[in-house]
């Protein structure tokens, strides 16, 4: 048994949560924020996007994920992010606005400036913010497309004090030299007993004490390796 009781629905994390809290309330206080939540698949990287989202309340919500067919799709996941946000466009000056027109196929003009498709999109985000902070998660970035990732990187570089965060998880290991330098947290494994927790609350019907606790010693020892060889 976790010694914990699991708090929106994840099982330890302590640390990484009261991080995300912070997060939230250094955007409630006005400031812009970004975060790049790191590790290997199943470590819990979208488990603790979800936790920043359910506890993002008076917030407004933007989401993508990437998707490993559609990575050839230029802006495909930009326009996921930004679509609930269009009605603001008109608030921008033209450039912008045709700027984005072109990148989301709504209009003949093309190729879009990816410089000015930056701007518009810091900008747009912005507006979004006006009222409320806003939060924009991002989950598996590393499939994102090329044009989205450039333009989500270089507003992740441009915002100040516009109460908008950014949260992002990627895939490690992964090439994606775009989110490189920003702030980052790199999810190790569960604490023992938050493993056996999980392992136990997965399993269906009744896991041997001896099966579970050799699954999570050989899952540390495949991770303990992993990371050697990665040198991280
Ligand atoms: N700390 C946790 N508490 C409870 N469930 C968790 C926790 N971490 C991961 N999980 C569960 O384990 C599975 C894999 O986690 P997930 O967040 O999808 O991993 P990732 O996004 O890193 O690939 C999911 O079913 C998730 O809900
Ligand atoms: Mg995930």
Redesign the pocket.
Known sequence: MSTEH?RY?????HAECRQVDQLLNNLRSGQSQVLVVR??????????L?YALRTASGFRLARAAGVEYETELAYAGLHQLCAPMLPLKARLPEPQRDALDAAFGLSAHGPADRFVVGLAVLALLAEAAEEQPLLCVI?DAQWLDTESLVTIAFVARRLLAESVGLVF?V?QPSQVRELAGLPELV?GG?RHN?ARA?LD??WPGRLDEQVRDRVIASLAAIRSRSSSFLGS
């Open positions: 699991p629905g994840l099982l330890g994390r590790g290997e698949p199943g470590i819990g990287k979208s488990a603790l979800g989950d998880a895939r999810l569960l938050d999980l609350a997965a």
